[in-house]
């Protein structure tokens, strides 16, 4: 720590505001990057305490921070920084969001490939459907497009619920039961 004796400010709300979003359920990795950024918007304002902080020590840690990273990284410090505001004006620490007038960076985000229903055809019909893998792979690939989830979530799913036609998956979003109309028949063919 750099200045361990000016840090008590920041460090002694750090633990609690750790706890805030997991005790709301947030992944662990979100929580520690609101965590990170926190801790670095303190030593780039050499820990001055946050009742102290004002916006333009955030536009200054902002302007900062655009220069190494992407701005959807920028975007997503900016949404930590709002939820330990936040968290603080809760806790009767601080009285306004320092970070309530600034803007969120705006990003880009590209939309993901479509494909043709011909595109879809031929990938089904390159599986082999007299081996046991050919039909496993028509059936990933059947499931991933007749329920959109993702191939790590796929990867991660349990056993279906055949009468409620819904599958647990475990993913980026957290757990969630994925309904379709088809993918019984799907999971059936890899029994």
């Known amino acids: 720590m750099k200045y361990p ?14 706890l805030s ?25 050499d820990w001055i305490g946050p009742a102290n902080i004002k916006t333009d020590h955030i536009r200054s840690y902002i302007d900062w921070l655009s ?20 968290f603080l004006i ?6 306004q969001d320092p970070s309530a007038c600034i803007k969120l ?12 229903n011909y595109e879809i055809q031929k990938l089904i019909s390159a599986c082999d459907q007299s081996t046991q893998n050919g039909v496993r792979d028509q059936a990933m690939i059947t499931v991933l497009f007749d329920t959109v989830v ?4 796929l ?8 009468s409620n036609r819904v599958v ?9 039961q994925v309904p379709s109309p088809v993918f019984p028949i799907r999971f059936r063919k890899l029994s």
């Open 5 to 18: 004796n000016r840090a008590v400010g920041h460090v002694s709300y750090l633990d609690s505001f750790a």
């Open 21 to 45: 979003p997991k005790v709301e359920g947030l992944r662990p990795h979100t929580i520690s990057c609101y965590v990170r950024e926190v801790r670095r918007l303190g030593e780039r304002t």
């Open 67 to 86: 220069g190494p990273v992407k701005p959807k990284t920028v975007a997503a410090a900016q949404l930590g920084l709002r939820r330990y505001f936040r």
């Open 90 to 95: 809760d806790e009767k620490e601080i009285e």
């Open 105 to 116: 960076v705006r990003f880009r985000t590209d939309p993901q490939p479509t494909y043709t």
């Open 150 to 153: 993702r191939v790590e979530e």
């Open 155 to 162: 990867v991660s799913t349990g056993i279906p619920d055949w």
């Open 168 to 176: 647990q998956v475990d993913g980026k979003t957290g757990v969630r």
